[in-house]
Nanobody, 123 residues
Framework: QVQLVESGGGLVQTGESLTLSCVVS????????VGWFRQAPGKEREFVAR???????NYADSVKDRFTTSRDNAKNTVYLQMNILKSEDTAVYYC?????????????????WGQGTQVTVSD
């Protein structure tokens, strides 16, 4: 059984940074592409970033140049470094993995999800 556990969320002020971690167990991380998504209250889950098996990355326009995702297959861990945080970044953040050949930016493209970690950015 594949399990994902996120950590690193918290309460910060505008302009500060946080790094989220996502530890994958049950199967080596190298099998998977990894997506980061977030969901704010009353809103749909939205794409934040993804890192493919190759290491190629993509970001949502809203976080480009502020967020960076990386992976350490040896540690089965994926990271999301979030800089210059804004109040609109407040949400529950999720990591998700897929072994499919086609990886899109929509939640239904991913097979396993973590429980989420809360990020709150105050003005």
């Amino acid at each position: 059984q594949v399990q994902l556990v996120e950590s690193g969320g918290g309460l910060v002020q505008t302009g500060e940074s946080l790094t989220l971690s996502c530890v994958v167990s049950g199967r080596p991380l190298s099998y998977y592409a990894v997506g980061w998504f977030r969901q704010a209250p009353g809103k749909e889950r939205e794409f934040v970033a993804r890192i493919l098996r190759s290491g190629n990355v993509n970001y949502a326009d809203s976080v480009k140049d502020r967020f960076t995702t990386s992976r350490d297959n040896a540690k089965n861990t994926v990271y999301l470094q979030m800089n210059i945080l804004k109040s609109e970044d407040t949400a529950v953040y999720y990591c998700a993995v897929t072994a499919r050949g086609l990886v899109t930016k929509t939640p239904d493209s991913y097979d396993y999800w973590g429980q989420g970690t809360q990020v709150t950015v105050s003005d």
